[in-house]
């Protein structure tokens, strides 16, 4: 039987030289690829009381959606600036070179409910703390962060100190 990490093509030098490209797109391709990943998702979830899953752009889309529908929760989009329709709040983070946003509706998360957050890869870590700080300013609570992959030696699970941080694999 396949391993979560058996279904994960390594591409060298991609976007830029000396990256190892972690592409999942042969895991979702792959109907047991896919199950295997969603269903590890939700055993980690199985004793996890969450209202909503949110999903970062574009492959905590991808994960996301599933799980919330599994697990009968609700699913929030968050995005890149410009990218939803309704009013939206937004946190700025810090990039190697400038600052980025990411945005969420302003009603789609109401005080006190509990968020789990769902992406594909956590490298630095910048772009989840920025999600989870988003979660709670608008009064959200995140009880689980959970990622497919972990660059450990980005060492992003620092930003991410005081949330449970969960990874299905780790390179």
Do not use: W
Not at 114 to 136: N, P, R
């Amino acid at each position: 039987m396949k391993t979560l990490k058996d279904y994960i093509r390594t591409v060298p030098d991609f976007p830029i030289e000396g990256i190892q490209f972690r592409d999942v797109t042969p895991m979702i391709q792959d109907p047991d690829g896919l199950k295997l990943a969603i269903d590890g998702f939700l055993s980690h979830l199985e004793d996890v009381d969450f209202d909503l899953i949110v999903g970062p752009e574009s492959r905590g889309f991808i994960f996301g959606v599933p799980v919330a529908y599994a697990a009968h929760a609700g699913f929030v989009p968050a995005r890149k600036p410009g990218k939803l329709p309704y009013k939206t709040v937004a946190v700025s983070y810090d990039l190697e070179y400038g600052t980025n946003r990411v945005e969420i509706h302003e009603d789609a998360i109401k005080p006190g409910q509990k968020v789990v957050v769902i992406d594909d890869l956590l490298a630095t870590g910048g772009t989840l703390q920025a999600v989870c700080k988003l979660i709670e300013k608008l009064g959200g609570e995140v009880v689980k962060v959970l990622f497919l992959i972990e660059l450990d030696d980005l060492e992003g699970r620092k930003k991410l100190e005081g949330y449970h941080v969960d990874s299905l694999m780790h390179y």
